[in-house]
DNA sequence: CCATGATCTGAACCTCGATTCATATCTTCT
DNA sequence: AGAAGATATGAATCGAGGTTCAGATCATGG
């Protein structure tokens, strides 16, 4: 025998993957799924079609990978913004805030993110970062209620929901056709929204 | 010259565009757009698949005007639910319950209309009902601002929030995998929460 | 009952992009 | 250097399902 893998090419492999996810990213930024496609991913990574099947075993799973990459990158963001503030109140002006302000930076991508018509299996990692995000508001929502900063709520429905209010309240100004306005107003009023939703006192 | 469609030939042609919807309508509440297919559904109409084409241009418009018959009349319903009240709050309120009761009621037709991934043609479909949906519930806040009922506030976002909050925290219980819960405090729940989100007194 | 034109039929066709695979290139180890 | 395994290449293949179309069937008016 004469060859096994080393650390070397594993570095090569990993970069090789990189750069794939990376071109897919730009891509989707770019075009969204549709602009995704086998052939154009592997011309802007620089390497043949067939070679993508090399670190992906297709392109569902591929594009389920970028999606996580990149929705992982908002959900850890938002997480961080809520992580440091202490109040309810406050976690969840940072929760909305961040998620919105981010997303009106890069509209695209948001719109990907979060209605763009995908794949079944890619559609389903959308699921499970709904639910991260879910999550992290019904968190913030039973610490309010717990301590009284927040009235009795059914925790888990309001989580969806002001994650649903702030989805949709931004997909106007992120579709395609959307006319860009300025995000602040925008970003303010959709808080004050969720803030109200809760049941916490805005000022 | 000898033959010209007649009112009974128009007849035979509505009836077998009409079973064409109906079968397409089965199939939506069955297994989503993936179980639309033209042949399942020429199957299904009794029909072969070719004679899909005397009465649509093409699989999608076939699927927009299925879109159509079904998201308008869910639209009417709320519509004219709405219009049986007078006061926002009340409203309002109808807005949210009968959008919630009905989705639930029928919760795979509910998925395909609210968020299933489809293509293009339909999801423009899908916008403009959302867009009616927005509409309607912007209305009966105006009306409530200027009434002096509701707060000042950005009624054309406040109206997306609310649609989206109810949307998405109904997706729970609507999701193909969702369990079954009694619809009665879920629906409850949300319309407290909308109710709140714009500044209305709940109670 | 025939001519005419509309509608129906369903197997064949087509399209488009994901996937494959024979071949070439590259990496490591002896 | 040479063997052998891993990886890259990209043109050829393939499949799924929407769409077409030549012939069959049917309705109408003369």
Redesign the interface.
Known sequence: MAYRPTARTEATRLAHRERLLDAARQLLAEGGYQAASISALARRAGVATGSVYNHFASKQELLAAVFRHVAGHELDAVREAVRARSSAGEQLRALVEVFSYRALHSPRTAWALLAE????LV?EER?TYRRGYHLLAETVIVAGITSGELPP??A???A??????????L??PL?PVGARTDPE??VE??T???L????AKSA
């Open positions: 018509p995908v794949d079944p559609e699921l709520q059914n888990q429905l309001s969806a929901a002001v994650i649903g209010a702030v989805g949709e309240a997909l106007g579709s107003p925008v009023s959709i004050e929204l969720c109200r939703a809760v049941g």
